[in-house]
T-cell receptor, first 107, second 114 residues
Framework: GIQVEQSPPDLILQEGANSTLRCNFS?????LQWFHQNPWGQLINLFY???GTKQNGRLSATTVATERYSLLYISSSQTTDSGVYFC?????????FGTGTSLTVIP | DAGITQSPRHKVTETGTPVTLRCHQT?????MYWYRQDPGHGLRLIHY???????DKGEVSDGYSVSRSKTEDFLLTLESATSSQTSVYFC?????????????FGEGSWLTVV
């Protein structure tokens, strides 16, 4: 299967700071998604982004499919951004997940 | 909201007992998945289904069986629960079509085997 690596594994930020999370993948994919898992365990879809750049409020994501990586940007972080961020890639109906970046935003 | 409901949401059971987790979807999606999530391992695929009575194994299928007798329900059964099966279990479906497949998760089922 496809290998998915996320970095950094852990990140601690002061409220208001910006951050960049990275997702590398080992082969061509049809799609890439970013998720946020909140402290209650719920997995929330953030972006569906097989290529290009998308923005949603303080969050944006860029995928460079030819170079096999994606970046998730969080600006002006808030305590509610805390949790684990996962990326997932798929080929057809098989999905492969990274092990996540655990983000803690402190007030 | 992809219309996915998991039950039970929390369960404590004893080693050796059978356990069945249910995933119910309301939007007639063809593909359904069961994942488990454990610290340090991320999400790992247990089994998936691509239609009624059509299922296949994932990377961690030992000790688990599944059934899908109707489109809306995908059942995960632990025939004889062990402590190593203590985990959070997520059901998922695919929305979209063709190369634009997007995965959506249920809210999870927390299982503790004592």
């Amino acid at each position: 299967g496809i290998q998915v690596e996320q970095s950094p594994p852990d990140l601690i930020l002061q409220e208001g700071a910006n951050s960049t999370l990275r997702c590398n993948f080992s082969d061509s994919v049809n799609n890439l998604q970013w998720f946020h898992q909140n402290p209650w365990g719920q997995l929330i879809n953030l972006f569906y982004i097989p290529s290009g750049t998308k923005q949603n409020g303080r969050l944006s994501a860029t995928t460079v499919a030819t170079e096999r990586y994606s970046l998730l940007y969080i600006s002006s972080s808030q305590t509610t951004d805390s949790g684990v961020y996962f990326c997932a890639v798929n080929t057809g109906n098989q999905f492969y997940f990274g092990t996540g970046t655990s983000l803690t935003v402190i007030p | 909201d992809a219309g996915i409901t998991q039950s039970p949401r929390h369960k404590v059971t004893e080693t050796g007992t059978p356990v069945t987790l249910r995933c119910h979807q309301t939007e007639n999606h063809r593909y359904m998945y069961w994942y488990r999530q454990d610290p340090g391992h991320g999400l790992r695929l247990i089994h998936y289904s691509y239609g009624v009575k059509d299922t296949d194994k994932g990377e961690v299928s030992d000790g688990y069986s599944v059934s899908r007798s109707k489109t809306e329900d995908f059942l995960l059964t632990l025939e004889s629960a062990t402590s190593s099966q203590t985990s959070v279990y997520f059901c998922a479906i695919i929305g979209g079509s063709g190369s634009g497949n997007t995965i959506y998760f249920g809210e999870g089922s927390w299982l503790t085997v004592v």
